[in-house]
């Protein structure tokens, strides 16, 4: 049957919604000086977690709108997390000290 005939219309992918929400929030933010143009740069680093989150939608399709969008905010709460962690450790270097030493001469 297709989605005519059931008389519920057609639905479109959650996951295309959000990232078409994300992408135009991250344009407005990049055009009006918010955000670096540096971010597109760090995104294109994490292009793996849009293939995690299309096989979940694939998998979870015939689910309820509620689990899927917890099983996909723990998902995307998980990758954070792990990209958190995985991180290296930051080291502020040591401040910048000179030393200035002049004698005084006759102190009498």
Do not use: Q
């Not at 989605?3 to 929400?21: D, E, K, P, Q």
């Amino acid at each position: 049957m297709d989605s005519v005939s059931t008389g519920r219309g057609r639905r479109g992918s959650f996951l295309a919604g959000f990232l078409l929400i994300a992408l135009g929030a991250l344009l407005l933010l990049t055009t009006t000086g918010a955000v670096s143009f540096g971010i597109w740069l760090e995104i294109v680093d994490y292009w793996p977690v849009l293939l995690l989150l299309t096989g979940m939608e694939i998998i979870l399709a015939r689910s309820a709108l509620l689990i899927r969008a917890g099983v996909i905010a723990a998902t995307l709460v998980a990758v954070v997390a792990a990209a958190y962690l995985s991180m290296p450790e930051y080291d502020p270097p040591e401040p910048l000290r000179t030393e200035y030493v002049e004698p005084l001469g006759d102190t009498r």
